[in-house]
């Protein structure tokens, strides 16, 4: 979804989210997050803006899955999470309002949403509010268009077809992307110890065809373009995803980005 704007998604998309986007990308980025975060076996676990649970459920894998909450705005996409793994609690709720106790989760994730949110440095505040003292924040951010080979010049091939109105809804995914803005963040939220590292995951696709149907088809982006601009944009991504094809077309495309880890102090 776009910075202040909430998209209630259809059942097929959530599905569709969880077929696609899940195995291509965020399954992985979901094991390095759990594992930054440091999870073990007996916490409790908190996944903001969870989707369909991916990091949840990696989560549950390492501490007991009944520790473990999702939070998401959508219902569909917690009706699928619901559906991949029980045992987890699945909670509808805003990540600037979690509806979740005080203090009352060793851990909080955030994989890939936090530049969604109207108020990150808000929707902060609320994770460090739902930690326990000396708990763990911690959140998964792709980095700056800029900084991704792949990415940035596949943006700037949709903006060129579909306006500026693609480029600016395309520009939210990278708009938590510059390193220290995330320190600031995390420091305005009263989280300390804050470590970054900056990683790049591969996200996998069969073709530059499906690239696009799941980064442009799949998305709330889809209902502003015309056929012809579908058409002229799968058109161009052969060239511009070249690169990056295998043998028989397979697409290993990088993706490069941040965990952030912050702790909330112990009071004294």
């Not at 804050?194 to 696009?212: I, W």
């Amino acid at each position: 979804m776009a910075s202040g704007e909430t998209f209630q998604l259809e059942m097929a998309a959530a599905e569709a989210y969880e077929a696609r986007f899940v195995p291509a990308m965020f399954a992985e980025w979901a094991r390095a997050l759990v594992a930054a975060a440091g999870v073990a076996p007996g916490q409790r676990v908190l996944d903001v803006a969870c989707g369909t649970g991916i990091a949840a459920r990696t989560a549950g894998g390492i501490t007991d899955p009944a520790k473990v909450t999702g939070v998401d705005i959508n219902e569909a996409m917690l009706a699928v999470a619901a559906r991949v793994q029980s045992g987890i609690t699945w909670l509808q709720g805003d990540a600037a309002a979690l509806p979740v106790p005080d203090g009352s989760f060793d851990t909080v994730l955030c994989q890939m949403s936090l530049m969604f949110f109207a108020d990150p440095v808000a929707a902060l505040r609320e994770m460090r509010r739902a930690t326990a003292e000396g708990g763990t924040v911690a959140v998964a951010v792709p980095g700056r268009l800029s900084d991704q080979p792949a990415y940035g010049p596949f943006v700037d091939l949709v903006a060129r077809h579909a306006g500026p109105e693609a480029m600016s809804l395309l520009g939210v995914y990278w708009a938590c992307g510059e390193s220290a803005d995330l320190r600031r963040m995390f420091d305005a939220a009263g989280l300390s110890e804050v470590d970054l590292r900056t990683r790049t995951g591969t996200a996998r696709y069969a073709s530059a065809d499906d690239f696009v149907e799941v980064e442009v088809e799949g998305t709330p982006l889809a209902d502003r373009l015309s056929t012809e601009q579908v058409v002229d944009i799968r058109e161009g991504a052969g060239s511009v995803l070249a690169r990056f094809a295998a043998d028989g077309g397979a697409l290993a495309v990088p993706l490069q980005g941040h965990i952030v880890i912050g702790r909330k102090a112990t009071a004294r």
